[in-house]
């Protein structure tokens, strides 16, 4: 399965779409499109996984790497409209602690 990924720069920021499958093929496509996102300073990154059917724990370092760059330059990272799926897997890993993640797409709580 491929991955799509769409970025829009708006007010807030930057929000990214991405759909499809997160696993050890995609996630170097993944980071390759948002690691870049992250360095400028005080940055809002938003990623919709509304459509992301799979995600893997290659994926979840992409992540743990982008909120790790965004945070050295005093920005933010949102992660928003998982599946019930995906909200438990942040969860048993403990990254729903650490990480902006919100089943609607305005944000917000954990």
């Known amino acids: ?14 929000v990214v779409m991405v759909t499809g499958e997160i696993d050890a093929f995609t996630a170097p496509k993944l980071r390759e499109e948002l690691l870049p996102l992250a360095e400028e300073k005080n940055q809002l990154i938003t990623v919709n996984l509304k459509d992301v059917s799979y ?15 965004l945070k050295k330059n005093d920005g933010e990272l949102k992660l928003v409209e ?6 438990r897997l942040f969860k048993i890993t403990g990254l729903s602690h650490i990480m902006n993640i919100s089943a609607n797409s305005e944000g917000g709580g954990r």
């Open 82 to 87: 998982l599946s019930e799926r995906l909200k």
């Open 1 to 14: 399965m491929n991955i799509r990924i769409d970025k829009q720069q708006n007010d807030n920021g930057i």
């Open 55 to 69: 995600l893997d724990s290659t994926g979840l370092g992409v992540f743990v790497g982008l909120f790790k760059q």
